[in-house]
């Protein structure tokens, strides 16, 4: 009995136990459960909670993007104005029989009228638009016409001012303070397709030192070939045109002949370059002052330029033909292995006739050695009569026989036993070897030698001062060694200052 009760007890307390474990474990089972349907809510509701954030990020930059474009929307019509209708000429694809049947379209290549084949073909059609400007356009445009059918106005006036010593001969010293100032106002019109017209207004005025120094090379070339003093005259009028594909220019009517002939890249400009007129163009080139003429230039674009000139003598008084001076030039354009571009220039010209007395003849070269550095030389040789050097040199600087000195005396037209020379030199110098990037440097000589024993030598150096575009100033030194011109050997060293303006 006793064994009996002990076994159901122990069978009783096993149930309760398994009772409690199960209710434990069904416990922990529910709260494992909750739990992890906590964290998962929590996370999806935070995982929402960063897609909103998102939405709202992506949603301002939108409202950003959209805000920028209407601001510059607006801009583009502040900036903008509708034109006037244009009608334009469009190219247009047609359609066409033998029948003359047009159509837009090629409708399987049978013409619905006549059955005829139908071929390809172009044609032209007016079409009216309407397009926006901006306000830039326009004014460039309005530019534009008006330069197309307006004369373009410029004033260039240049001075220079130079003090003379004498090194050598009586007198020694300090001698004097000369000044030359000249303006220029021109005048370009376009009149039709490949024409120009040019017109250039001069009023000049001042001493050289070429009144006080009696000398050939003219030591300020601003006054060569100069008309009259302290008044407004006409320097240069002409009309240009460009004739067989713009090979053929033709110059005609008040012309100045040292802009197209003896040119040299960095030995032709008296306003920006050196201001001995020898150095500017060769001494025997002899032009008479400016005048009537006309100059034809040939250029078949193979390297070789030739040019034909004429105008009237300086001894000219009733008509134009009665005599003319004549200038013929070809100039060859190079490219030597080693070196840059480079022109070299041959020329002879007549003056009023060809008799030997009346002719010249003379080179003229620039080379460019580097992009910086160019180098020139010039070469001329006439007849040496005594006749010819009075007509060519002192008509030459100083027209109408107003000569500023009254050196060489004439003689009876005789020959002398050889001819006369000329010589001349120099080097022009840029940046990298300057102080500024746009300023410029050059020395240059030149060499006179007369059959009749007259002899000079002369030698400039200048300094080009780049400022700003519409002023410039240079520094020259000018040494005229040992010239005999006046029958007294004097040598004298002029430092000169030039100002130049141009508008």
């Given at each position: 009995?006793?064994?009996?009760?002990?076994?159901?007890?122990?069978?009783?307390?096993?149930?309760?136990?398994?009772?409690?474990?199960?209710?434990?474990?069904?416990?922990?089972?529910?709260l494992?459960?909750?739990?992890?349907?906590?964290?998962?809510?929590?996370?999806?509701?935070?995982?929402?909670?960063?897609?909103?954030?998102d939405?709202?990020?992506?949603?301002?930059?939108?409202?950003?993007r959209?805000?920028?474009?209407?601001?510059?929307?607006?801009?583009?019509?502040?900036?903008?104005?509708?034109?006037?209708?244009?009608?334009?000429?469009k190219?247009?694809e047609?359609?066409?029989?033998?029948?003359?049947?047009?159509y837009?379209?090629?409708?399987?290549?049978?013409?619905?009228n006549?059955?005829?084949?139908?071929?390809?073909?172009?044609?032209?059609?007016?079409?009216k638009?309407?397009?926006?400007?901006?306000?830039?356009?326009?004014i460039?445009?309005?530019?534009?016409?008006?330069?197309?059918?307006?004369?373009?106005i410029g004033?260039?006036?240049?001075?220079?001012?130079q003090?003379?010593?004498?090194t050598?001969g009586?007198?020694?010293?300090?001698?004097?303070?000369f000044?030359?100032?000249s303006?220029?106002?021109?005048?370009?019109?376009?009149?039709?397709?490949?024409?120009?017209?040019?017109?250039d207004?001069?009023?000049?005025?001042?001493?050289?030192?070429?009144?006080?120094?009696d000398?050939?090379?003219l030591?300020?070339?601003?006054?060569?070939?100069?008309?009259?003093d302290k008044?407004v005259?006409?320097r240069?009028?002409?009309?240009?045109?460009?004739?067989?594909?713009q090979?053929?220019?033709?110059?005609?009517g008040?012309?100045?002949?040292t802009?197209?002939?003896d040119?040299?890249?960095?030995?032709?400009?008296?306003?920006?370059?050196?201001?001995?007129d020898?150095?500017?163009?060769?001494?025997?080139?002899?032009?008479?002052?400016?005048?009537?003429?006309?100059?034809?230039?040939?250029?078949?674009?193979?390297?070789?330029?030739?040019?034909a000139?004429?105008?009237r003598?300086?001894s000219?008084?009733?008509?134009?033909a009665?005599k003319?001076?004549?200038?013929?030039?070809?100039?060859?354009?190079?490219?030597?292995p080693g070196?840059?571009?480079?022109?070299?220039?041959?020329?002879?010209?007549?003056?009023?006739?060809?008799?030997?007395?009346?002719?010249?003849?003379?080179?003229?070269?620039?080379?460019?050695?580097?992009?910086?550095?160019t180098?020139?030389?010039?070469?001329?040789?006439?007849?040496?009569?005594?006749?010819?050097?009075?007509?060519a040199?002192?008509?030459?600087?100083?027209?109408?026989?107003?000569s500023?000195?009254?050196?060489l005396?004439r003689?009876?037209?005789?020959?002398?036993?050889?001819?006369?020379?000329?010589?001349?030199?120099?080097?022009?110098?840029?940046?990298?070897?300057?102080?500024?990037?746009?300023?410029?440097?050059?020395?240059a000589?030149?060499?006179?030698?007369?059959?009749?024993?007259v002899?000079?030598?002369?030698?400039e150096?200048?300094?080009?001062?780049?400022?700003?575009?519409?002023?410039?100033t240079?520094?020259?030194l000018?040494y005229?060694?040992?010239?005999?011109?006046g029958g007294?050997?004097?040598?004298?060293?002029?430092?000169?200052?030039?100002?130049?303006?141009?508008?």
């Open positions: 009995m006793g064994k009996n009760r002990m076994t159901c007890s122990r069978s009783a307390w096993g149930l309760q136990t398994t009772k409690r474990s199960f209710a434990c474990v069904s416990f922990i089972s529910f494992l459960f909750a739990f992890s349907y906590l964290f998962s809510t929590d996370s999806a509701f935070a995982g929402e909670k960063s897609s909103i954030s939405d709202a990020n992506k949603f301002d930059v939108m409202e950003n959209l805000q920028e474009l209407e601001d510059q929307l607006k801009d583009l019509e502040n900036k903008t104005v509708l034109s006037e209708p244009e009608m334009i000429i190219e247009k047609i359609w066409v029989c033998e029948n003359g049947h047009e837009d379209s090629s409708l399987k290549g049978v013409c619905p006549d059955g005829l084949a139908l071929r390809r073909d172009f044609t032209y059609q007016r079409t638009v309407y397009r926006r400007q901006t306000i830039g356009e326009q460039q445009n309005a530019l534009d016409e008006r330069d197309a059918r307006g004369i373009d004033i260039s006036a240049t001075s220079t001012l003090e003379t010593f004498k050598s009586a007198e020694k010293g300090v001698q004097d303070l000044g030359v100032g303006t220029d106002l021109y005048f370009i019109g376009k009149p039709a397709l490949y024409t120009l017209f040019f017109l207004i001069e009023a000049i005025g001042g001493a050289s030192p070429d009144r006080k120094i000398n050939i090379s030591l300020t070339s601003d006054v060569a070939r100069r008309e009259v008044r005259n006409v240069e009028a002409w009309l240009r045109t460009e004739l067989l594909g090979k053929l220019t033709v110059s005609a008040m012309l100045d002949l802009n197209y002939f040119l040299n890249t960095v030995a032709n400009d008296e306003t920006t370059q050196f201001i001995t020898g150095l500017v163009n060769n001494l025997f080139l002899g032009v008479p002052s400016n005048g009537a003429g006309v100059i034809a230039a040939f250029d078949p674009k193979i390297g070789l330029i030739f040019r000139g004429a105008q003598g300086a000219v008084e009733n008509g134009l009665q003319v001076f004549s200038m013929f030039e070809v100039e060859y354009l190079s490219h030597l070196l840059q571009v480079g022109h070299y220039r041959a020329w002879v010209r007549f003056d009023e006739n060809a008799k030997k007395e009346n002719i010249a003849w003379g080179l003229s070269a620039d080379q460019k050695i580097t992009a910086s550095v180098v020139f030389a010039r070469f001329g040789s006439r007849s040496g009569s005594d006749t010819n050097r009075q007509s040199n002192i008509s030459r600087f100083y027209s109408k026989g107003n500023y000195y009254s050196g005396s003689s009876d037209s005789s020959e002398y036993s050889r001819d006369d020379y000329f010589y001349s030199g120099g080097i022009e110098m840029r940046t990298p070897h300057t102080f500024g990037i746009r300023d410029s440097y050059a020395i000589f030149l060499s006179t030698d007369l059959a009749s024993g002899k000079e030598t002369l030698v150096t200048y300094y080009n001062l780049f400022l700003t575009e519409n002023l410039k240079s520094f020259h000018q005229l060694a040992n010239s005999n011109v007294k050997d004097k040598s004298y060293l002029i430092p000169g200052l030039r100002v130049q303006l141009d508008f």
